[in-house]
Every structure is written in structure tokens, then in C-alpha cells.
């Protein structure tokens, strides 16, 4: 190696690409076509003739509630979700549990493969109506994707890196904390990405069994056949999923170790 | 005796739940302080699982491990291990940590303060050649093959260790970067002095390595326990000369040195001296050939009468060019500079180029066919003589 490529390759070590400018360009596009759409739709509803229907669902107040109510639920479920699945990822890739694995997927892939509607309606006849059953119902139908990435990310870590680990005296919870988990991250966060998107898309549901959200706005609009509301209430969910898993995008490259690719 | 040793297995036994046949049986083996055990053999012969006994990543089912007279078993395994240099093949650096972090980690793990950590980094880099400058604050994956498995053996060496233990440390590197390995690793041992283990399935690396090396059959089982020199010369059955393969004398002979050997001498003529007078030399000595010198008797050619006849005015153009070899150069050398002259003959040079005699094709003859003595020069071996019996059959020529 010559030196005048050994003080280069010094130099780019000292001087990483700046980790904001790569940031900027691969993530703002998604903020920018957001707000076109969501700029587009108002000016559309603000061109419209509303009735007097029309106006009381569409009242700022009554959205931002409604917005509200189901960013509350999504977050609610992601938390409860990373918890769950991530902490279960975990026990199931540990040498001692790991034949437990294949269950307890097959327990996640029956949670996601009921249908959403009969699994929330299943849900509110044994624990009653109410954010409480909404929520149950979300973390079920979400804890698949984040518990199925957890242990793929952490058994996609080679192992002579364990052994190594374990081979120069860290605990097993060092190597978990330290290895394991640090390398699975990409792959843990886009299962979580995943789940957030579902979760938000599903929470339209919660209105069914009266918890709220967005979806009241889409079943209102179906119902009255009114398009603006329907139409209001499903760009403001699919604009709020997309601000979610953005977001997500963003703190998965903030995240990500250095050093992999 | 006994604070010599360093490594003491006694009877160890490694079974697996569900096995019939244990996958090391009765292993016992006492290791030196300073010396690098080879343990090599074919793959899935337990050589790994022996190895990974002492520092206890695979628990030994029953016999005692002693390192440095603790019973290994007494310790936490994960305060063993910290204690215990750890190499292998695929090098396991974190590739998310700098190569300082890296190197750092079994400090840190001991508790060491921040700046004494980095301090010993930088030492440990400076040691397998690597500027810290430049090399510290790099990720793995900036470092070529070679020079991660520097970095790997700086990060087994972070705590100082007595002992070592490297499975196939060199395995994945090309054949010259492994050769260069090979060689720096010999270096550092020479000012570090670690006790060693080392596994390999490749023989020419054990001979290179080892201060002694164990053939190992199946279950561990310790076919021959020696030192190369002994190996080589003495296979210890047909499977063990079976394993060293084809050219086991010529391996020996880059294993000793020229200074291990007599050499002969041969009549001398000075340049300046007038043609007649070397001719009449050479007539009086029985040898065929002399060796003429400059001033400071640094070999210039070789010449014989013939030599001095067809060319009876110019001494200096007569004859043919000769090969010289230092004293520390292998008899491999030698041998090959004795090819390259036309009398089956190199000239042994001092460091500053002077003679000091020559070594013939004779003398390498009988080197070969002399069974090494106990106490290799240099090994500083200790008379622990092969765990086979003595009497087993020895022919050598096994082809």
C-alpha cells in the first residue's frame, strides 16, 4: 500500500462522510410528497361545497381528536410490541430456549393471519369495547414482523463473532448487549417499522368497537356516503403511516452500528 | 520441575449427551512454560475441542485441567477466559468497534482506567506492526485479511496472558501473507515467551510453529507427542508418517541450521599471490578445488587446475562464482546453494562476508541419517520425550 493511499484512506477515517448530508438526501423526498399530497387534499375539500354534514366531521378540532386518538393508539402498540417482541426475540435466540422459537412464530403468524376486523371483534366480545380491547388487538396482529426480526437478527450475527466474544471472557449478557443486539439492529428496527405501518393501518379498525381514530372519519364517510369525509379520513391515515415508517427510516440510520454494510 | 509447567491436562474426557464414543478420551498432556504446542491431526479428531477445554468454552466432562497449578475448573469461566489469549481462525473482530476498541476490550473488561487502555492499544498495534496513528481508529473492514488477524493477535495479547490458545489463527490468510504471519508470530514469541497452544490440520505449519507438536488420531487420541525434529525423522507409526506426507526429509532440513553442522575446510588463495605459487598449492593439497579470497578472505570463486590452466595470467576470472550461506541459514539454503555450485559445495560466510568454511553435500548426508540427539540446539526443550513407546516399529522410509 502506498502512503499516499494509507493517509487517504487515514484521512477518510477521520473525516467520515458527514452522516447528516446522507441522511438529508435519502430521507427528504418522503416529507416533501406528504405535505404536496396533504396540501392538495385540503385545497381540494376547501374548493368542494361541503354540507352542513360535511363541515361538523371535517371541523379541525374533531380531526386533530381523531389524529390524536390514533397516533396515541400506533404508539401505544409500538411500545407495547418492541417490548414483547423484542424482549422474546431475545429469550427465544438464547442456546437454552431456542427450540422454542418455531412456537411461539407459529403463535405470532395466528395473530397476524386472523383477519384484523374478526380478531378485534373476537377481542370486544370476551374483554368488552374500548381502547384497551383496540389496543390487545393491535399488539396481536403487530408482534409478528418485530418477533420474527428480532431472532433473525440476532442469529443472523455470525458466530465466530459469539465465540469470540466468549473466548476473550465477556459474559453471555455482554455478548448480547454488546454484539448480539448492536449488529441486529437494522434488522430488528425494519421489523418494527413494518409492525408501526400495520399498526396504523389496523387502528382504522378501533372505531368498530369504539376506541377511536381515523377510522371513524372512514366508516362516517362510507356510511353517509359523504367522499370527503371518506376520502379526509384515509389520506390522513395513509400520511400518518408514512410519517411513521419515515420516521422510522430516520432512526434506523441513526442507529445503524458503524462499520456494517 | 513442577513450576515449569504450565499446562497440565490430566485424563480429560469430553463426552456428548447422546454419543456413544467420547469425542476426546483420556487426554493427558503436560505442556512447558514457553513452549508453542502443535496440536494437529485430521478434522473432527477433537484437536478444537482439546483446545477449547482449557480456557473452558467447552467444559471437560470429567479429568483435571492445571494451568499454572489452578485447577481450571475452580475459576469463573469468564474470568479464565479474560486471563487466557484467544485467536482464531476467523479473527472475530467486533466490526462495529475500532480496531483500538477492539483491542481493548479484555482491559476493559479487567477494569483497566481509559487512558491506560489506550496506551496499551497503541502498544499492542505498535507490536504486530501496525501504526497506531493509522491503524487505531479504523473498523475491521478497512484492514486487509492480514493485517485483521494482527489486530486479532493484539487484541489476545491486550492483558498480557501467560497462555495462549490460537485455532488455526492463520488459516484464512493467502499463502504469503501466512508465511509473513507466521513469522512476525515467531518473533513476538521470542521476546513474549507465551505458553502456546496451537491447532492446525496443516503439517508444514506445525513443523514451522511448534516446539513440539502432537499427532492426534481420533478421540484426541496422542499418536506422537514430540519435537519436529523427532517427528520427522522418527514417525511414530504409519499413520502419523502418513500424515507428515512426502518429503519429510527435506521438511527437516529447514529445521536445522548451518551453524548445526560440521563444516569443512578448503585450501584458500589469495589474489594477490602469483598464478604458479596457487598452483602449486592446489597440487599439494589432496582436495580438487580451492577457494580463492580477497584481502579481507571474503570467497570469491571456486577454481581447480584446470582452472588455473586454461587461464594461467588471470586468477581473478578463473573458476566459477560461488554460493555462500550465514551460519543461521537453513540447511534448505544451503542445500540449494550447494545445487547452484558446480562442486556440490556452499561457502559458510560470517556476517561480515569473511569465510568461515564450507558445508557439503556430504555433510547434509549425515545430518539426515544421524537420529537427532535429546535437546535440540536452540529449543530449549525439556526432555519430555514422546508420549508413543519407544519401541514402536520405525522404518523410515515409509512410502
Known amino acids: ?261 | 520441575m513442577s513450576h515449569d509447567v504450565m499446562i497440565d491436562l490430566q485424563q480429560v474426557n469430553k463426552f456428548y449427551r447422546g454419543q456413544k464414543a467420547p469425542v476426546v478420551e483420556n487426554m493427558s498432556m503436560t505442556i512447558q512454560q514457553g513452549e508453542i504446542i502443535v496440536l494437529v491431526g485430521p478434522s473432527g479428531c477433537g484437536k478444537t475441542t482439546t483446545m477449547k477445554m482449557i480456557n473452558r468454552l467447552i467444559e471437560p466432562s470429567s479429568g483435571r485441567i492445571l494451568i499454572d497449578g489452578t485447577d481450571v475448573t475452580a475459576l469463573d469461566g469468564n474470568d479464565l477466559r479474560r486471563q487466557i489469549g484467544y485467536v482464531i481462525q476467523q479473527v472475530g473482530l467486533f466490526p462495529h468497534m475500532s480496531v483500538a476498541t477492539n483491542v481493548g476490550l479484555v482491559p476493559k473488561m479487567l477494569g483497566w482506567d481509559a487512558k491506560r487502555i489506550e496506551a496499551r492499544a497503541d502498544e499492542l498495534l505498535h507490536l504486530v506492526g501496525l501504526e497506531p496513528a493509522i491503524y487505531r481508529n479504523r473498523l475491521p473492514r478497512q484492514l486487509s485479511g492480514g493485517q485483521q488477524q494482527r489486530v486479532g493477535v493484539a487484541r489476545a495479547l491486550a492483558a498480557d496472558p501467560p497462555v495462549m490458545l490460537m485455532d488455526e489463527p492463520f488459516g484464512a490468510t493467502d499463502p504469503m501473507t501466512r508465511d509473513r504471519l507466521q513469522n512476525e508470530f515467531l518473533r513476538l514469541q521470542e521476546q513474549l515467551r507465551k505458553t502456546i497452544v496451537f491447532v492446525t490440520h496443516d503439517f508444514d505449519e506445525a513443523i514451522k510453529m511448534g516446539t513440539r507438536i502432537a499427532v492426534l488420531g481420533e478421540r484426541s487420541k496422542i499418536r506422537q507427542f514430540d519435537t519436529p525434529e523427532n517427528l520427522l525423522a522418527q514417525p511414530a507409526d504409519s499413520t502419523v508418517a502418513q500424515f507428515i506426507g512426502r518429503g519429510a526429509r527435506l521438511k527437516q532440513l529447514d529445521l536445522r541450521r548451518v551453524d548445526a553442522i560440521t563444516w569443512q575446510d578448503v585450501p584458500l588463495i589469495q589474489l594477490d599471490k602469483p598464478v604458479n605459487g596457487a598452483k602449486r598449492q592446489l597440487d599439494q593439497t589432496e582436495g580438487s578445488s580451492a577457494l580463492t579470497v580477497d584481502a579481507d578472505n571474503r570467497p570469491l570463486r571456486w577454481v581447480n587446475a584446470d582452472d588455473l590452466a586454461a587461464r594461467p595470467d588471470a586468477l581473478d576470472e578463473a573458476g566459477q562464482t560461488v554460493t555462500t550461506v550465514e551460519p543461521q541459514a537453513t540447511l534448505r539454503d544451503a542445500l540449494d546453494a550447494m545445487l547452484a555450485s558446480r562442486d556440490g559445495a556452499a561457502v559458510v560466510v560470517d556476517e561480515h562476508g569473511r569465510y568461515a568454511g564450507t558445508v557439503t553435500l556430504d555433510g547434509l548426508m549425515q545430518v539426515i541419517h544421524h537420529t537427532p540427539e535429546r535437546g535440540e540446539p536452540g529449543s530449549g526443550v525439556p526432555d519430555q520425550r514422546s508420549a508413543v513407546a519407544p519401541a514402536a516399529e520405525l522404518t523410515p522410509e515409509q512410502r
Do not use: C
Not at chain 1, 427450540?99 to 370476551?126: E, R
Not at chain 1, 437494522?186 to 399498526?199: E, K, N, W
Open chain 1, 1 to 261: 500500500m502506498s502512503s499516499a493511499a494509507e493517509t487517504q484512506a487515514a484521512a477518510t477515517v477521520l473525516t467520515p462522510p458527514s452522516r447528516w448530508r446522507g441522511l438529508l438526501r435519502r430521507h427528504a423526498p418522503m416529507p416533501a410528497i406528504l405535505a404536496a399530497v396533504l396540501l392538495a387534499t385540503y385545497l381540494w375539500v376547501s374548493a368542494t361545497d361541503l354540507d352542513d354534514i360535511e363541515r361538523r366531521a371535517l371541523e379541525a378540532d374533531k380531526l386533530l381528536r381523531a389524529a390524536g386518538e390514533h397516533v396515541t393508539l400506533a404508539a401505544q402498540t409500538t411500545v407495547l410490541v418492541v417490548a414483547i417482541a423484542v424482549g422474546g426475540g431475545i429469550l427465544l435466540t438464547r442456546p437454552s430456549l431456542r427450540w422454542l422459537a418455531p412456537f411461539a412464530t407459529a403463535l405470532a403468524n395466528i395473530g397476524q393471519a386472523t383477519p384484523a376486523i374478526g380478531l378485534l371483534v373476537l377481542l370486544s366480545i370476551f374483554l368488552g369495547i374500548g381502547s384497551s380491547t383496540a389496543l390487545i388487538g393491535l399488539v396481536a396482529y403487530s408482534v409478528l414482523p418485530v418477533l420474527q426480526n428480532t431472532i433473525v437478527g440476532i442469529n443472523q450475527v455470525d458466530r465466530h463473532l459469539i465465540e469470540a466474544g466468549r473466548g476473550i471472557g465477556m459474559s453471555p449478557i455482554a455478548v448480547l448487549l454488546r454484539i448480539e443486539l448492536p449488529l441486529a439492529v437494522p434488522v430488528i428496527l425494519a421489523g418494527v417499522r413494518t409492525a408501526l405501518v400495520l399498526a396504523v393501518g389496523v387502528a382504522t379498525l378501533a372505531t368498530l368497537i369504539n376506541a377511536g381514530g381515523l377510522g371513524s372519519l372512514i366508516v362516517t364517510g362510507i356510511k353517509l356516503q359523504r367522499e370527503t369525509i371518506l376520502v379526509t379520513g384515509a389520506v390522513l391515515t395513509a400520511a400518518l403511516a408514512l410519517t411513521l415508517d419515515w420516521l422510522g427510516g430516520v432512526i434506523s440510520d441513526l442507529l445503524r452500528p458503524r462499520g456494517l454494510d
